[in-house]
């Protein structure tokens, strides 16, 4: 069960298509231990009913404040909640609170709570770059809540693009981290101390995420299964541990990113390779964790490609720069290279392979973690070694994504490179 167990949630759901995704958000929540409140809109009754809501949250949920009036329901409603989703908001609904409008229970209700607030987004991408919608979404930022999304994907109208409601795993797995550093404030205040010693403090991490994507014409590319949850912890875990600033190098990342992170976007091998040249000098630690492509094709068709009358098809490919050698064999006083090898082969033969990578690479780090169908990927959990250049194994880490990124943060903090110099 959560270290927030019995915290009571007020979960606000409004009419986007994505409305059924909240029914999961709930169960999650009750799962591990909160009490759930929905509050829908009519239009969210719309695409899930009252019913649903009713039984997986274990309350009465209504759309009217006037049908509680007696008890003020909308008042005690909002007083009692520890915490605030809005699990799809639409476009209408931030716009709504952005404005103060309260005219229905949610809106009502939204108004009277005092408690950290999390929004999670869902529409279509034209909808989410509206310049109205960009100017609500700023003003709710800027009065501190939190957004969760929304991230890129498939979208209902069978276009592709910003605006999709993050997986509600991933809504629950944020709101968990975010909604337990507010309720800790002692632990804060002591975390505040610890960071101003943290060995990061000063200093500039950067950490690569997600999949390259090699195109062969303009509609298909080239790619791997990486999602970017391991490299989106990482930069949590580095911020967390108190570095100055850290810099997300999103490649093609399916989850949202971290509050608090720079983000620089790119999409092929070599675009990544261009911002981490431009990012080197400027950097204390960098930790490539997207997976990248080996081999890119040869040539870019400006056209679709089309299918022919034979049965085979043939794509020739080109040797990508490999990224960690080249960053690797450049001068780096000071700074902490880390490399991620991402392996099927298991046990001795897999860390035998690390040795010999992390030997050729010239990094400083290295993760090893075995993937494979079952592993790595995704929202499944991670298993890894952290050895050095002498192929001594510094730690190992298993479980979440968050467990395993704390874990790896905290060996590159000890890293005689980065203690020496916090401490002189
Ligand atoms: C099938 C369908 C799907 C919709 N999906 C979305 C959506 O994902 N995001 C959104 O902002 N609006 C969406 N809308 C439009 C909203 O339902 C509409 O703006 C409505 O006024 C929202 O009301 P509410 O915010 O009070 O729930 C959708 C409408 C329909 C009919």
């Given at each position: 069960?959560?270290?927030s ?8 759901v ?9 029914v ?12 759930v409140?929905?509050?829908p ?16 949250s ?24 520890d915490?605030v989703?809005?699990?799809?908001a ?5 716009g ?18 005092t408690?950290?607030v ?14 109205a ?31 999709r ?30 960071l ?6 000063d200093k500039?991490?950067v ?10 014409d ?5 790619s ?15 911020l ?5 600033k ?5 490649v ?50 400006e056209?679709?490609l ?13 040797k ?36 010999r990578?992390?030997?050729?690479k010239?990094a400083?780090l ?20 952290v ?15 968050q ?22």
């Amino acid at each position: 069960m959560s270290q927030s167990a019995s915290a009571s949630v007020l979960v606000g759901v409004s009419g986007g298509i994505a409305a059924f995704k909240a029914v999961t958000v709930v169960r999650l929540l009750k799962k591990a231990g909160y009490d759930v409140y929905v509050v829908p809109t009519a239009n969210a009754l719309r695409m899930v009913g009252a019913a649903t809501w009713e039984a997986v949250s274990g309350h009465p949920v209504t759309v009217d404040p006037f049908t509680g009036a007696a008890d003020s329901l909308h008042v005690n409603l909002g007083k009692q909640a520890d915490a605030v989703i809005l699990v799809p908001a639409t476009a209408n609904l931030i716009g709504k609170i952005s404005n103060g409008i309260a005219d229905d229970m949610l809106t009502t209700t939204f108004l009277t709570a005092t408690c950290p607030v999390f929004i999670c987004p869902a529409m279509h991408t034209q909808m989410w770059q509206a310049p109205a919608v960009k100017e609500n979404v700023a003003k709710l930022r800027a009065r501190g809540y939190h957004f969760i999304g929304p991230v890129s994907g498939d979208l209902t109208s069978g276009d592709s693009g910003e605006g999709r409601l993050a997986e509600p795993e991933e809504i629950f797995a944020r709101f968990e981290s975010q909604f337990r550093s507010h309720t800790h404030s002692e632990t804060e205040a002591t975390n505040a101390d610890q960071l101003a010693d943290s060995p990061l403090r000063d200093k500039h991490v950067v950490v690569t995420a997600g999949g390259t994507r090699e195109p062969i014409d303009p509609v298909r590319f080239l790619s791997n299964r990486s999602s970017g949850r391991q490299g989106a912890a990482l930069a949590e875990a580095a911020l967390k541990a108190g570095a100055q600033k850290v810099t997300l190098v999103n490649v093609n990342m399916e989850v949202p990113l971290p509050e608090g992170v720079e983000e620089v976007k790119v999409s092929s091998t070599l675009e990544l390779e261009k911002a981490l040249d431009e990012l080197f000098d400027s950097l204390d630690v960098l930790i490539m964790c997207a997976a990248v492509s080996d081999y890119r094709p040869a040539v870019v068709s400006e056209e679709k490609l089309k299918k022919t009358a034979s049965d085979t098809f043939s794509l020739e490919l080109v040797k990508n720069p490999d990224l960690l050698a080249q960053l690797g064999a450049r001068p780096r006083e000071g700074k902490v290279l880390v490399g991620f090898a991402a392996e099927t082969a298991g046990g001795q033969a897999g860390l035998d392979f690390a040795k010999r990578k992390i030997q050729a690479k010239q990094a400083d780090l290295l993760v090893y973690n075995q993937v494979g169908n079952e592993q790595g990927f995704g929202d499944r959990p991670n298993q890894v070694q952290v050895i050095n250049r002498q192929g001594e194994i510094l730690g190992q880490a298993a479980g979440s994504k968050q467990l395993v990124a704390e874990k790896i943060i905290e060996i590159i903090i000890n890293q005689s490179i980065l203690k020496d110099a916090a401490s002189s």
